[in-house]
């Protein structure tokens, strides 16, 4: 379209990239299988300090988050691109104004494609190593790549490869992370039976916030204007005798990022496929039980849970008589394996570990109380509800009015829900008690030999 310097770029290249982008997205949004494992009557309300309290104790959580802090240390590499393939070009090939846009715009698309082929190996990379692993190699390679633009740095055409490079390797991580978040958040549900995506992400983004805040200014502010006099004097960046120096300093806060952040991911996220896996099997397990207890199985859900524990039950067995005749690393991988089934042989025990025995203790305590003497409210049905839910809504004004209606019910039983909510969720795990009382009789089918 003429390069970054002439006008059709953003009237005809812009829009087209927004509307298909746009397109693209609706696709992907509609197109997506939700993957919550959860129970029928499973209601998304946790108050905001208890699921501060929950998600704290989450140490993958942690161990991702100061990774993606510390990993804010690079963002200033970014801006080479701009000062070598926009400032830098013009100066070393002795472009005119109209040849450098079109080097640029050219440039950089091929930098962008980088991205292409490492996110369609993603799926490939994660089935094979898995996304801890992906994480951790990805990261030495950029810093491979960006230790090699820093030596580079006068070789405009050698920094251009290691900077595609740097930029192949990073965008593993546009699949990868998103992936390990929704494996965090299985693993908090795993934990404590609430998932808690909105309120987890926007605690770390709270804290994150002010660490971008932090960065940002020793980047811009700092290092950029004050130890290298970068402001508004742009021009300058076509001097490599400026451009060196600043780019240097970016690359050096870029590799010290990326070292610091495998520190708090390698000893905090430890989690594995095949330890997901059994969460999810877990999960399944409890939504079955739950369904079964409230009469709302779906059709096959109860004979899949049995069929979960039952295939665990076998693999664990294999596992064992072959740890016998096994030494070395052999026998390692065999544990780890057995390690992740007992995950889920263990569930028909939940009940009997000496943290569960207390929470059973003080949810027996909180419901020899009565809902009124505790918090002096009743426990509003759901008759209001149901009655909203079922009104017509033909047209315009019956669509208002039952709107109007569900709003009505619904702060109602949100009111509740809020300030009865240890009394629910003690009742609950009372609830959860005695069907795991019957795991031999509901399971039966599973525990056979």
Not at 53 to 70: D, E, M, T, V
Request: contains cysteine; charged residues 20%; proline residues 2%.
């Amino acid at each position: 379209m003429g390069g970054m310097e002439h006008i059709d770029a953003y009237r005809v290249i812009m829009p087209v990239f927004s509307i298909g982008g746009a397109i693209f997205g609706l696709i992907s949004y509609f197109g997506t299988k939700e993957r919550i494992i959860v129970s029928k009557d499973y209601t998304p309300k946790v108050p905001f300090f208890k699921g501060i309290a929950a998600g704290i104790q989450n140490k993958h959580q942690w161990g991702l988050s100061i990774q993606g802090w510390f990993l804010l240390l690079q963002s200033g590499v970014g801006n080479i691109t701009t000062w070598y393939f926009y400032y830098g070009i013009k100066d070393v090939l002795g472009l005119s104004t109209e040849q450098q846009g079109i080097m640029n715009g050219t440039l950089v698309t091929v930098i962008g494609f980088a991205s292409t082929p490492a996110m369609l190996l993603s799926p490939l990379m994660i089935r094979k190593i898995g996304k801890r692993n992906i994480v951790i190699i990805y990261t030495i390679l950029n810093i491979i790549c960006t230790a090699g633009m820093y030596v580079f740095i006068d070789q405009i055409w050698v920094l251009f490869v290691f900077l595609w490079l740097r930029a192949f390797f990073s965008a593993f991580s546009l699949v990868s992370t998103p992936a390990i978040n929704a494996d965090v958040l299985d693993y908090q549900q795993y934990k404590t039976g609430q998932r808690l995506e909105g309120l987890l992400s926007q605690f770390m983004g709270f804290i994150g916030t002010f660490v971008s805040m932090g960065v940002t200014y020793l980047i811009n502010t700092v290092i950029m204007q004050n130890r290298y006099g970068l402001t508004d004097n742009y021009d300058d960046l076509y001097s490599a005798a400026f451009r060196e120096p600043i780019s240097q300093a970016m690359l050096i806060l870029g590799i010290v990022g990326n070292l610091l952040s495998l520190i708090p991911f390698i000893s905090l996220y430890t989690l594995t496929e095949r330890e997901h896996t059994s969460h999810i099997a877990v999960l399944k397990i409890r939504a079955a039980l739950e369904d079964y207890a409230t009469d709302s199985l779906s059709d096959g859900q109860l004979e899949e849970a049995k069929s979960i524990y039952a295939s665990a039950v076998k693999e664990a067995r294999e596992y064992e008589a072959a740890l016998q005749a096994a030494a070395g690393r052999e026998k390692k991988k065999l544990k780890k394996k057995l390690d992740a089934v007992n995950i889920i042989i263990d569930e028909k025990n939940r009940f009997e570990t000496a943290q569960m025995k207390k929470k059973v203790e003080k949810a027996n305590e909180l419901l020899s109380h009565t809902v009124e003497e505790l918090y002096g409210l009743s426990e509003p049905s759901m008759d209001r509800f149901n009655e909203a839910n079922a009104m017509p809504e033909d047209t315009r004004e019956e669509m208002q009015k039952k709107d109007r209606a569900l709003k009505e019910a619904s702060k109602e039983l949100d009111l509740f829900h809020r300030k009865a909510y240890d009394y629910i969720q003690a009742r609950k795990l009372i609830k959860q008690l005695e069907y795991y009382r019957n795991w031999d009789s509901i399971f039966e089918a599973a525990v056979c030999d």
